[in-house]
């Protein structure tokens, strides 16, 4: 089985590429942004480190952690930027390493994969056989974002800043999916990297 890190920056078209992955080859896939909302959970260790630094008050009327709250506090406090990343990051990872374990001893599928903006930034490199990265034109990605999500263009800006460039992208990876034209394109270049693997119509 080949574990396999996807990554790209806002606007790229990963999840739509990982639909398409889903739906015709034997896999299984993994959102690191859907893992976090998972270990924030009431009652995890993470959710009492959160509430430790971030306050209790970022806690809604049912007990989970508010984005919006959680958001506020950090640009008030660009510090707790990074102590909030070193109590979810090494969580998510655990979560998906045993998930790693559990498909490899099922051996009912032949790719893993995991998404997310930061897998190289969170140390993924060492951990996946291959990692790809999802390209697409500045100018595609912006008007995806003011199309799909209503983003503002300082919004779309704001995002991009904190993301990594191009260059060091493609330098982190192993394989590019140029995500910039027909989606027919694209699909065709992930099923002649993945001729090897078993195709499901």
Known sequence: MKFIGITGGV???????LGYIQKHYKCEIYLADEVAHLVKQPGTECYVKLLGILGEDVAGAEGLIDRQAMAEKIFANPALLGQVNDIIHP?????????????????????????????????????????????SDEEIRRKRLRKLRGYSDEKISRIMSHQLTEERFRESCDFVIDNSGLFEDSCRQ???????????E
Do not use: N, P
């Not at 606007?11 to 590429?17: E, N, R």
């Not at 992930?190 to 499901?200: H, N, P, R, S, V």
């Open 91 to 135: 969580a998510v990872k655990k979560i998906l390493m045993e998930r790693l374990d559990a498909a490899k001893s099922a051996g009912e599928v032949e790719l893993f994969f995991v998404e997310a903006a930061l897998l190289i930034e969170t140390g993924y490199r060492s951990l996946v056989d291959e990692m790809w990265y999802v390209y």
């Open 190 to 200: 992930i099923d002649k990297k993945l001729e090897a693997f078993t195709w499901q």
């Open 11 to 17: 606007g790229a078209g990963k999840s739509k590429i």
